[in-house]
Structures are given as structure tokens and as C-alpha cells.
């Protein structure tokens, strides 16, 4: 295995970042209609560039954010929705087949194309494509960073609150709150973790997505009340409907049609006999709907510094005079912009560090996961790192080495599993019963792959995947993938990693090892 790393090597946990998400239309559709009277001298609205850039001036008074983020809806988002539901926000009067939409308010249209300039001089990171919907580009970013950061989201849209875990909320525009974990209640009568369960079952009017025929929330709710409290599956509740209709029958009353309805999945709806599937598609942000240029997009935009080009607070000032925003913060123009200026300044030192260890350092990553959820995460640096690694025989070797299931002649085991070899041994050991009798029936019926759990792990280099490897671990006990501990190995496979990644020469691969 190779000895342990020296200590200038070992493994160090980044303090998590305070990232801010704003839902850019959701905001700036909040501050035009509480300040549609609010002219410049030209005559021109700027109702919606003030409260928009003041609300984020507010959000960045509160707390101290590393990166602010804003999304905005492409042109013609939604399109990716329409093309699994053709009712997707019909009452909005897109026509995504002709590629037509109802005439936008010039003003608006003008403020926005004005907001994104002061975003861009303030350091503020933006994108909008042109069929994604700013919901999925927020879903995709905390799927991918929940674990390691903690995420603001601003936005009124409830369909985001199905994103809320212990290091994820969402401020709610309308109703000027902070919900997470702990106050979701006092806002919704469900439980957090069905949001896309009520949604599928009862619809969406807000986006023209249909439910069950005759089934409301508050119908749902009231047969179902464990939805308020715990996470409730959709077979559970068609069970239960099959219960209650049963019940019904011994009591000689007759079945509640709202019943077989939601056993039957009857919708007046376009989605037919796949009313389920279909709403899960668009409902469920866990899957986000992405193209694959727009996660290439999002990708870039969280993986790069913010490039500071000819950006300055001073240009923004200047904006706010072209515009005559100075005019409404006459009595505090000094102050208003201070909350964007320390955001830049952190912007510009976090610039800084990086071209100063451009060529002496490269951050590197490994992770460990089970399914989709973190189970290790390190960082750590190799002093001589070969890019040439990355593309060889001998990156395929080393994953083999910590992951492998059938290494060499004998099978042997990566270093991973075989730990997992030897926790099973001593769980084994600790579990022995020698008076127990083990009836043939009692393993009869067993379905090793009836809950599959796959491992993955991954090497990073500057947050890029540059190599992944999974396996089943199901020729492990349940019990033991429940309680997964590699910790005691991380410094050797940090060290394995450290040689493979710094040898002098390397054999190119016959086939892209490059994930």
C-alpha cells in the first residue's frame, strides 16, 4: 500500500462557502410591481432596477457571500417541458412549435437588459439559455454542491423548496421569509420531502400541469395525513387508497371515485395512462432538465474565477447615473454600493490566490460515494503532478488498485472493497451466534440485488472529474453498506494517488480513460 503521506500532504476540510442563488425573473418580476410608478427624468422605468439591486444589497448585508449567482428564463424556457407535456404553461401563451410568444412590456425588457449590465460590473456570475428554465440551472447547482456548501436561494417559486435540506433554504419573495428545514411547516401543510409527491398527485396550476382528476392538496391531505409529517412514496399512497376503498366496500358504502382516481392515475390532463410518470418528469428537480451545452455552461460558470476584465464599482456608479438610480439613493450613496464592493474585493483576492499558485499548485479531490451521496470527500496536493496521468495505462491501473472487484490473475480486491473485506469479517464475528439455526427457508427467498447500492469514487483535479470508477456492493452485507468507514485507509489511497499522478513517464491509453 505504501506509506502514509508526510504531514505537509495530509488531508485538510475547506470551511463551506455561503453561496447566494437568486431566481433572476422571480426577483425582478417582485421589485417591478412594487415599484411601477417609479420614473427616472427621461421618463424611462426604473422601478425594477432599483428594488431589484437594492434586495440583493440587502441579502448581501445579511450575510457574508462568497459567490452570488443569478438565473435567468431563456426566451423560450420551458421548451424541454413542453416536449414531454404539450399543455406546459399554456395559459402563458408561449407557442413553442411556431417559436412565438406574447409581446413583453418594452420597459421590462429594457430593465432587465440593464440589470444584467450592473450584475456583470458588480461580480455578480449570470446565465440564461436560451430553452432552460432558471428552476433547472438551480437545481443542477445544488445537486451538485448541497454537501459541500451552504446555499441561499431567492425566488418565489415553490416548486424550489423541494430542494431545501440542512445546508439549502429559500427566501420566498412574496412572503419576505427565510424557509428551511425547521419553518418549513408553518409555511406548507406538507412535509418538505413531498413536495414532488403532492405536486404529481395534485397538479401544478401555476404551470397548467394537471393531477389527478377531482384530487386537490387539501383532498390529498385529508385522506393522507402522514403527508404533513414524513416522507410518504406514491405506492404507499395508492395502497392506503386501496385500503380505504376496501373498507368502504365492508362497510357497504360505495368507493370514493377521488380514490380510484389516484389508484387508477385518471386525469383530465393530456398525460393520459402515464399521468405519474409524466408529472414526475416535470416536477421533479432531483433530475433537473438540462441540455447538454447548458450544463457544459453551468459547469464553466461554477468551475472559473470571475474574470475581472475592465470591471468596477466605479462603472456601476456610472450606470446608476446614466440611469438615475443615483437620484433615489441621494441620502446614502456612499453606503449603497459598499456591500458590492467587499463582495469584489473577496472576488478579486480569491483571483489573486489563484494566478499566484497557478504553477505551483493544483488542487486535487477524491470522493466516495454511495448512489448519489457523499460519503468522503477530501483535498489534498501531489508537489509533482504529472498531467500525462491523466490519459494512461497507468490511471486505469490505479483505479483498479483502490476500487477493483476482479484484480490480476487471482481476483484480488482494490483497496476499498477490500476494506469492506475486512469490516464484513469482524461484523461477521461480532454477529456469531452459534446456537442459532438457520432454516433453509429463511434464505430461500433472498434477492441480493432487491436494494442495489453502488459505490463510486472519483479523482478530481481543480473540481474536473479526471478519473471515476464504480462497483456493486451488493456482494456486501446490507449492514455493512449502511456503515461504511474508509477513513482509516484515506492516507494510503491519497499516497497511491500522489505516486500514480507524479511518475516521470506513462503509457498512453488505447482507450479515453478521461471521464
Known amino acids: ?287 433537473p432538465l438540462l441540455t447538454e451545452d447548458s450544463k457544459e455552461l453551468i459547469n464553466n460558470l461554477m468551475s472559473s474565477e470571475f474574470c475581472q476584465d475592465n470591471r468596477s464599482i466605479k462603472n456601476a456608479y456610472l450606470l446608476m447615473k446614466r440611469d438615475g438610480i443615483d437620484k433615489l439613493i441621494n441620502n446614502y450613496s456612499i453606503e449603497y454600493l459598499m456591500p458590492f464592493k467587499k463582495l469584489i474585493e473577496r472576488e478579486k483576492k480569491n483571483l489573486q490566490i489563484m494566478e499566484k499558485n497557478k504553477y505551483k499548485e493544483e488542487r486535487f479531490e477524491l470522493v466516495f460515494k454511495k448512489n448519489d451521496g457523499i460519503i468522503v470527500q477530501r483535498f489534498f496536493y501531489i508537489p509533482n503532478y504529472n498531467k500525462d496521468s491523466l490519459n494512461s495505462m497507468e490511471m486505469k491501473e490505479l483505479m483498479d488498485n483502490i476500487t477493483g472487484m476482479n484484480n490480476g490473475v487471482f481476483g484480488e480486491l482494490g483497496m476499498i472493497p477490500n476494506s469492506f473485506k475486512l469490516q464484513n469479517i469482524r461484523l461477521l464475528w461480532n454477529s456469531f451466534d452459534a446456537f442459532y439455526d438457520q432454516k433453509e427457508e429463511h434464505i430461500s427467498d433472498w434477492d441480493l440485488f432487491k436494494y442495489e447500492d453502488n459505490f463510486t469514487f472519483e479523482i478530481k483535479v481543480d473540481k474536473r472529474i479526471v478519473a471515476e470508477s464504480t462497483f456493486c456492493g451488493n456482494y456486501f452485507p446490507f449492514g455493512l453498506r449502511e456503515s461504511v468507514n474508509i477513513k482509516y485507509i484515506l492516507p494510503y489511497i491519497i499516497t497511491e494517488i500522489i505516486n500514480y499522478m507524479s511518475l516521470n513517464e506513462y503509457t498512453p491509453a488505447k482507450e479515453e480513460v478521461l471521464v
Open 1 to 287: 500500500m505504501g506509506r502514509m503521506p508526510p504531514r505537509n500532504n495530509s488531508v485538510t476540510i475547506n470551511k463551506k462557502d455561503n453561496v447566494l442563488i437568486i431566481d433572476g425573473n422571480s426577483l425582478y418580476k417582485t421589485g417591478y410591481h412594487g415599484a411601477k410608478d417609479e420614473f427616472n427624468q427621461k421618463g424611462e422605468h426604473i422601478g425594477g432596477i432599483y428594488q431589484f439591486i437594492t434586495m440583493l444589497r440587502k441579502f448581501l448585508n445579511e450575510t457574508l457571500y462568497q459567490k452570488v449567482y443569478v438565473f435567468w428564463d431563456g426566451e423560450y424556457s420551458g421548451n424541454l417541458r413542453f416536449d414531454i407535456y404539450s399543455d406546459y404553461k399554456i395559459s402563458r401563451g408561449k407557442d413553442y412549435v411556431n417559436g412565438t410568444k406574447p409581446e413583453e412590456d418594452r420597459d421590462q425588457i429594457i430593465e432587465r437588459i440593464k440589470i444584467q449590465e450592473y450584475l456583470e460590473e458588480l461580480f455578480i456570475r449570470q446565465l440564461e439559455h436560451p430553452i432552460v428554465e432558471a428552476d433547472d440551472f438551480i437545481a443542477y447547482y445544488c445537486n451538485k454542491n448541497k454537501d459541500i456548501e451552504n446555499i441561499t436561494i431567492v425566488s418565489g417559486d415553490r416548486d424550489l423548496c423541494q430542494l431545501i435540506n440542512e445546508n439549502v433554504r429559500i427566501y420566498l419573495c412574496d412572503k419576505k421569509v427565510y424557509v428551511n428545514e425547521e419553518n418549513h411547516n408553518q409555511f406548507f401543510k406538507y412535509h418538505k420531502s413531498n413536495t414532488v409527491l403532492v405536486k404529481m398527485i395534485s397538479g401544478d396550476s401555476s404551470d397548467s400541469i394537471k393531477g389527478v382528476k377531482g384530487v386537490g392538496e387539501p383532498t390529498l391531505i385529508k385522506f393522507f395525513p402522514d403527508i404533513a409529517t414524513k416522507k410518504v412514496e406514491l405506492s404507499e399512497v395508492i395502497n392506503k387508497c386501496k385500503e380505504l376503498q376496501d373498507e368502504r366496500l365492508i362497510e357497504k358504502k360505495k368507493p370514493l371515485k377521488s380514490l380510484n382516481n389516484i389508484i387508477n392515475g385518471i386525469t383530465d390532463g393530456v398525460q393520459g395512462d402515464k399521468l405519474y410518470d409524466v408529472n414526475r418528469c416535470l416536477i421533479d428537480l432531483s433530475v
